[in-house]
């Protein structure tokens, strides 16, 4: 899976710098994540295709993506040491399984830092990802819209050109989608976020945080993410999180009763990116809200 190409291609790219060791930490949508240690002790991890078709490049989107969140000076996020089409290399945060049994400040604060930056309106500046596949970013003035056209009905989309959903819940979405606008607010404030903020892309090491990773950030509704991390349930969000979190940022009282409405997105997404049994979660979902 590790091309030797590759790895003296890397090497070219760090003015020659030797590797001495690397493995492979992942391959998923066909791009490889592998760290790399150097000869000067330094540890770095390198992304790219294993194998790519044309179109869109999330190689390039996420080094633009981590551009912008440093140009913000938002530092939980690793830095570029380089960037291409075709690699991506960034410095390797140190990491490990010790993972906190509650909402903790650390972690908190990250959060509550990205969500403080708005904007006049839902979007970003250029697409960006989730799982290897576009988020188209495109601004608009109404946040339902955005939703329901940018992320709710593009993965139902996908979803239904691969044949993963059956008529009753092609039916009960499609209900969904045509009540859009009586289920989620309008116009709340544009707040940036993450995008793909599940456990997978939280970094913790001894019980602290220390990093998020693979971002696909646009501005929208910041409680979005909150239903992402709730409807995920790592053991690092505990019951009082939202309490917690509406200490710093306001959540609207009517949040619970469209929370379902957030979560089908994110239970689409994990259909599309990994398979039909997260159908279940999406049967759960729409039983949830309230049509």
């Not at 996420?62 to 939980?76: G, M, P």
């Not at 495109?138 to 993965?155: D, G, I, P, V």
Request: proline share 3%; aromatic share 16%; charged share 25%.
């Amino acid at each position: 899976m590790i091309n030797i190409n590759d790895i003296n291609q890397i090497s070219t790219l760090l003015n020659d710098k030797k590797i001495i060791k690397y493995e492979l930490i992942s391959n998923s949508f066909n791009i490889n994540c592998m760290k790399i240690y150097l000869s000067d002790n330094k540890i770095l991890v390198a992304k790219y295709y294993s194998k790519r078709s044309s179109g869109f490049n999330a190689i390039i989107s996420e080094k633009k993506n981590l551009k912008y969140l440093e140009k913000k000076n938002i530092k939980y996020f690793p830095k570029i040491i380089f960037g291409n089409e075709k690699y991506l290399i960034t410095e390797y945060i140190e990491n490990n399984n010790k993972i906190p049994k509650e909402t903790n400040s650390d972690f908190l604060k990250a959060i509550i830092e990205i969500h403080s930056f708005s904007n006049n309106s839902y979007g970003f500046k250029f697409d960006t990802q989730i799982g290897g596949v576009k988020h188209e970013n495109q601004y608009k003035k109404n946040w339902a819209e955005f939703y329901l056209n940018t992320r709710l009905h593009y993965f139902f989309d996908l979803a239904n050109k691969a044949n993963l959903l059956d008529k009753s819940l092609r039916d009960k979405i499609d209900t969904v989608m045509k009540e859009i606008n009586n289920l989620i607010p309008n116009k709340p404030k544009p707040m940036l976020m993450h995008g793909d903020l599940w456990g997978g892309n939280i970094l913790f090491k001894d019980y602290k945080f220390v990093s998020f990773i693979d971002p696909g950030s646009f501005y929208g509704h910041n409680e979005m993410e909150l239903a992402y991390l709730r409807w995920f349930n790592p053991i690092f969000v505990d019951n009082n999180f939202l309490l917690k979190y509406k200490e710093h940022i306001p959540i609207d009282k009517n949040y619970f009763f469209y929370e379902p409405v957030y979560q089908l997105y994110y239970a689409l997404c994990n259909v599309v990116l990994w398979d039909k049994s997260y159908t279940i979660e999406v049967n759960k979902l729409l039983n949830k809200i309230k049509i």
